[in-house]
């Protein structure tokens, strides 16, 4: 019997421009860790940035180690304020005994090779002040503005519209550890550096399709917490081979990568979703989990006009709870590779090949380079094995065809 399965032929969106690379931990040990970070090859600015990082993962370390899985997890957001001037801020979630949430925000000249504070920044800190107090009193209608002691300015993100202040425990002498964000409009302020506005040429390109046959030995590679700089290469590998996988993204990197998010689609592979900053999801509210996958989704359709069907959940874990809060179908795999943890190709193929049958879902990673190193030797074991690959989409498509006979 032959019954084939067709992508459907789908217009998608991109958009160019050159972004840094995003440097991606992912731990799963003792304790769960997920560290995203912007790398931008201005050594000052990168060394700031990951000194910061090791210091917070170093102290979590030993703070944390009579604890189990205690979990850090530090995310970014990127500016480019104007050609000179980066703005970026890590937000660092601690969950253990106690819960922690802070800020740490650069802000860079590459011109005069200096970091930036607010004052250099905006004209008139009096009333930036009145406008934070203004901002905290339309948004918190019971904010006590005694509470108000000091305003700091050291943490706030620049975007088209506004200048987000942070204002932490510290600053409100508040009993709880909430980040409380305050939007001030640009416009209202007198701004003492240029913000340039987005801009994106967006042009139109086709997906391929590819046709599977009822009886064919199938299977999935699937990579995890990317977009990195790696993605490329394990995207070359794929099409060396005729190959494809399933990506399934950390939606807070994924600006940064668009031309490769586009490249996965051109080449027929899925993109699916997993999360915005790789929390453990277990612990999150409905809403703040709705907020993981959406903000996701919104991310790759923006970068490439698709919108992922399949969620996978970080560390693997998750309730059947969080799972009816969305649409998305949960994809687990059958076939872990380790690579992160064996950091050996030998050890990873080893890994994959003896425990891959039928409909396999092989779980890999394009956050480093094992599973780069790994990746040729896997596809063509599997190929002389007559194994033929397919997205899991299609994956799960022809499992059902093959249940409904
Ligand atoms: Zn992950």
Redesign the pocket.
Known sequence: MKKSILLLVTIILITGCSKPEIKTT?ENNDALVSINYPVTNINALDDAVSTYVNQTYNNFKKSYKHLTKPELNITYTYKELNDDVINISLNTEINADKNINKIKTFTYDKKTKKFLSMEDIVDDLDALDYDIKKALLEKYQEADMDFLSNVNYDYFTIDDENLTIYLGPAELKSQGNEIIYLDIPLNSLKMLIDIDKSNGSDNYINIKKRDINYDDHIVALTF??GPSKYTDKILNILKKYDACATFFVIGNKVDFYDETLTKMLKNGNEIGN?SYS?KWLNRLSKEEFEEEITKTQTEVQKATGFTPKLFRP??GGYTNKLKSYTDLTFVLWDVDSSDWKVKNKDKIINNIIPNVKDGSIILMHDNHEYAVNALEDVIKKLQEKGYKFVTVSELLELKKIRENE
């Open positions: 992912i995890d917490d997993h790789h970080t560390y």
